[in-house]
DNA sequence: ATATTTATGTTGCAATTGCAACAATATTAT
DNA sequence: ATAATATTGTTGCAATTGCAACATAAATAT
């Protein structure tokens, strides 16, 4: 993971050295992007905090990711074969770099030094890739059992520990795995009550 | 789509005249790859079918993906947080080359040419990425009903038509959505009941 | 040509799940 | 400090879903 992060932080520094690259800044609420045009374009969020949106036909509005500091986003990273709406709302103060695919190559081109931003660039596909797959791994378990469990074991599966820390909160949880809350909730009652997991707060323990 | 697919064809030729590339031929039944180590490796089926297996905890066997003719796959596509066995089985006598990270990379230092290599490259990245944000959009949706439309959206969306042929069986179908298949096609009669939906063999209409 | 395997179609029943509705905390805004 | 908002925790009930167990049709192998 810190691969990730170091490339993130060379690219942002590169990126400020390019003269392709736009810097721009976006108050709370304001439109970043949207997606309804293809256009190839990276945006590089530096600082804030930023949801993409999605309406679906009924008019529901969907987060369907949320950005950071240091994420990359864009259109290529969402592109999907429905006709909804897809937009990057700021929720807070947003600083980016605006810089698209062929600019990219083109300066990898002219020289051979942006080695690493090519390198940077594909990371973050391999990361984003990553994340989807954990995803898909768990929504494809049956039961909010096998979907809790699978979730939990992909946490602490990245380090030696049996125990993690929730990244969001329970209700984001039940969202970010496709279940009803309550029953998420009688279902992490049922693994604590079977002795399977310990819960304190956001903290989770698997005691398999 | 056939931008990915140009750019396959064009990948494939380049690569054949690479000398970092090996070229190999598989017999139905043998192991292609495992991703147990990361090796930054990637493969592309020139001829064949493979199938990428799944073990889990309890030994159970799940094809997580299938691969034909011109599909690239390798560790970097399949990375997860979990310590499942995952491996590349030839379900028919499969041509492949091989090739790294690493070196395609150098050969773009070397020569810059091989831009197209590099585009082609990402181009199988978006595609993935396309694929499986498809996958997740189905897979969130709460009812049966609900994936299915979905799942059937996303495949007329491609076309200006409102009918599709499914790529795979109802089976298949019931195991890529991750429900029960009974339950599918007791849905799928209801949808049919509703006039919602067509069905005709593997053709599927929507009516609305 | 016949046997074997795989896919489709159907249904009763039990288990799981989502929904609605609420109370109790905790967090954030003014 | 207080109000407003968001999150957590809980439960009865109805609806949906998965399971098991079939029959039938289609595809594949011998």
Known sequence: MNDILNNLYYLEDSLNNMNFVKKKVFKKGEIITTY???RQQYILLTEGEADLIRYDINGNKAIIEKYFDKDLFGDVFNTIYTNNE???EAKKKCEV?????????KCYQKDIKYKKVIEALFSVYTDKI??????IEVLTK???REKLLSYFQIMTSRKLKKSF???FTYTDLADYLSIDRSAMMRELKNLIDDGIIKKEA?????LF
Chains 1, 2 share one sequence.
């Open 36 to 38: 309804i045009a293809k």
């Open 86 to 88: 897809l937009f990057v």
């Open 97 to 105: 770099l605006i810089f698209n695919y062929e600019d990219i190559l």
């Open 130 to 135: 990553l994340v989807m797959n954990n995803r």
């Open 142 to 144: 049956r039961t909010i």
């Open 165 to 167: 820390y929730l990244p």
């Open 202 to 206: 956001e903290k989770i323990t698997l």
